[in-house]
């Protein structure tokens, strides 16, 4: 099929050479002049594993390529829509700006008969308003939502390999044109859900909240077990054997982050309150309160750890990015700790294996370092906020002949207490006795 993805960041960028892995005639659309000449070239403008050579396949397939004209979107069977949704910047909503005027762009463009489909993340309601913004423009394309459940680090194969397909429709011919492209994927007995708009976009938001709220659960009890002296992490494994419950993100820690994460839960608040259900999710409001008060707990710990004020105290941070295997630092829990202290006068070392730029666009007073042992380097605490491997693996007893003094924060509770403490540590992880 010819398609066109509208967006080329993170979502539209997988999506599109995906797309042409898949077997279809792809152009991606962007206004990012930079961006677009990048992915032309087969380079991705952020870190994503198995994005680049993704990439290069398809654009040396001749399926695959870029532009900055939404007029090489015309004749596209069908275009997918792929832009942000960043939180307003004096609200908790969503700004949908991009999606009205990706999706007015289309209208000027799309074939009568094509299918326009939704793949940001909007609040419920949208895509209605959407078909009718398409119509008062004199459009006769027809629409569909069709929600991405991308996982940072796993994009690439969550789109090729989805747990579910979910079609939010309004007409037979946009269940047929989806199961068109997507036929190599419910080949493989892919579950396929089809449902209306609102349903479809609930999809994707009510997921989002529901695995926050289990973050933020496993971190209230680690509130409590560090009140109590309990062990968060023997609490989460038992529990996690219920089958009703679950052990996948159970994982106290520092908490979520990301681009996704917190604003969608914060619009899915916004949008329950110009509904006037805000007391159906009134929960979501001490679901954030409880992510960010982790954050502040990890700079309670190394106080605690310094003995007092941080002032001129030499912390080495180790991770940047909101999760491994990703370069994103959108509201990240470890680049925040590491800001904090900084302002609370620590000398702060920062290092991340693919986080450093981005963080320093965010953050460039913190000093910032190629590798772990650079700010390990005469440390007299060590945070380690990001579960990269090579922070997992670190081997106590090297670290300790690199520090002044031996003390770590394990903010996501993934290192082993008893190695590192028989290494001399002083160790604190978060809800851990």
């Given at each position: 099929m010819r398609i066109s993805v509208i967006g080329c960041g993170y979502l539209g960028a997988v999506h599109a050479a995906a797309m042409a892995k898949l077997g279809h005639d792809v152009v991606g659309v962007d206004t990012d002049a930079a961006k677009v000449e990048k992915l032309a070239s087969g380079v991705a403008p952020f870190f994503e594993p198995g994005l680049p050579e993704l990439l290069v396949e398809s654009i040396g397939s001749g399926?695959?390529?870029f532009s900055t004209d939404i007029r090489d979107a015309?004749?596209?069977?069908?275009?997918?829509?792929?832009?942000?949704?960043p939180q307003l910047?004096?609200?908790?909503?969503?700004?949908?700006?991009?999606?009205?005027?990706?999706?007015d762009?289309?209208?000027?463009?799309?074939?009568?008969?094509?299918?326009?489909?939704?793949?940001?993340?909007?609040?419920?309601?949208?895509?209605?308003?959407?078909?009718?913004?398409?119509?008062?423009?004199?459009?006769q394309a027809i629409l569909a939502w069709n929600p991405e459940f991308l996982r940072e680090g796993f994009a690439v194969a969550d789109t090729l390999t989805p747990d579910r397909l979910v079609y939010g429709v309004a007409d037979e011919r946009a269940t047929e044109l989806l199961d068109e492209v997507y036929a190599r994927i419910l080949d493989t007995g892919t579950p396929r859900i089809v449902t209306d708009?609102?349903?479809?976009?609930?999809v994707k938001t009510a997921a989002n909240a529901f695995l926050a709220t289990k973050i933020s659960f496993i971190n209230a009890m680690a509130e409590i077990a560090e009140a109590t002296g309990a062990d968060v992490t023997t609490l989460a494994?038992?529990?996690?054997?219920?089958?009703?419950?679950?052990?996948?993100?159970?994982?106290a820690g520092i908490g979520f982050g990301g681009g996704c994460l917190p604003k969608d839960i914060r619009a899915f608040t916004a949008r329950a309150e110009e509904l006037g259900r805000a007391e159906s999710v009134a929960f979501l409001r001490q679901v954030d309160a409880i992510n960010l008060r982790r954050r502040e707990r990890a700079v309670e710990l190394a106080v605690e750890l310094l003995g007092g004020p941080v002032f001129e105290r030499r912390i080495a941070v180790l991770g940047l990015t909101f999760k491994p295997d990703s370069d994103d630092t959108r509201d990240s829990?470890?680049?925040?700790?590491?800001?904090?202290?900084?302002g609370l006068g620590a000398r702060v070392r920062a290092t991340d294996p693919e986080g450093i730029e981005n963080a320093r666009l965010r953050h460039p007073q913190l000093e910032y370092v190629d590798t772990a042992q650079d700010a390990l380097e005469?440390?007299?605490?060590?945070?380690?906020?990001?579960?990269?491997?090579?922070?997992?693996?670190?081997?106590?007893?090297?670290?300790?002949?690199?520090?002044?003094?031996?003390?770590?924060?394990?903010?996501?509770?993934?290192?082993?207490?008893?190695?590192?403490?028989?290494?001399?540590?002083?160790?604190?992880?978060?809800?851990?006795?």
């Amino acid at each position: 099929m010819r398609i066109s993805v509208i967006g080329c960041g993170y979502l539209g960028a997988v999506h599109a050479a995906a797309m042409a892995k898949l077997g279809h005639d792809v152009v991606g659309v962007d206004t990012d002049a930079a961006k677009v000449e990048k992915l032309a070239s087969g380079v991705a403008p952020f870190f994503e594993p198995g994005l680049p050579e993704l990439l290069v396949e398809s654009i040396g397939s001749g399926r695959l390529r870029f532009s900055t004209d939404i007029r090489d979107a015309a004749g596209a069977e069908v275009h997918f829509v792929a832009v942000g949704t960043p939180q307003l910047p004096n609200s908790d909503g969503a700004d949908l700006r991009f999606v009205r005027g990706a999706v007015d762009a289309l209208a000027g463009v799309a074939a009568p008969g094509s299918l326009i489909v939704g793949k940001s993340t909007v609040p419920v309601g949208t895509a209605a308003e959407l078909l009718g913004r398409l119509e008062r423009l004199g459009s006769q394309a027809i629409l569909a939502w069709n929600p991405e459940f991308l996982r940072e680090g796993f994009a690439v194969a969550d789109t090729l390999t989805p747990d579910r397909l979910v079609y939010g429709v309004a007409d037979e011919r946009a269940t047929e044109l989806l199961d068109e492209v997507y036929a190599r994927i419910l080949d493989t007995g892919t579950p396929r859900i089809v449902t209306d708009f609102a349903t479809a976009e609930l999809v994707k938001t009510a997921a989002n909240a529901f695995l926050a709220t289990k973050i933020s659960f496993i971190n209230a009890m680690a509130e409590i077990a560090e009140a109590t002296g309990a062990d968060v992490t023997t609490l989460a494994d038992a529990i996690g054997h219920d089958a009703r419950i679950g052990r996948r993100f159970l994982n106290a820690g520092i908490g979520f982050g990301g681009g996704c994460l917190p604003k969608d839960i914060r619009a899915f608040t916004a949008r329950a309150e110009e509904l006037g259900r805000a007391e159906s999710v009134a929960f979501l409001r001490q679901v954030d309160a409880i992510n960010l008060r982790r954050r502040e707990r990890a700079v309670e710990l190394a106080v605690e750890l310094l003995g007092g004020p941080v002032f001129e105290r030499r912390i080495a941070v180790l991770g940047l990015t909101f999760k491994p295997d990703s370069d994103d630092t959108r509201d990240s829990p470890a680049l925040d700790v590491a800001a904090r202290l900084h302002g609370l006068g620590a000398r702060v070392r920062a290092t991340d294996p693919e986080g450093i730029e981005n963080a320093r666009l965010r953050h460039p007073q913190l000093e910032y370092v190629d590798t772990a042992q650079d700010a390990l380097e005469d440390a007299e605490l060590v945070v380690l906020v990001t579960e990269w491997s090579e922070y997992r693996d670190l081997d106590p007893e090297h670290v300790a002949k690199l520090m002044e003094t031996a003390r770590v924060i394990d903010a996501r509770n993934v290192l082993d207490p008893v190695a590192w403490r028989e290494a001399g540590f002083v160790y604190r992880g978060l809800g851990r006795s």
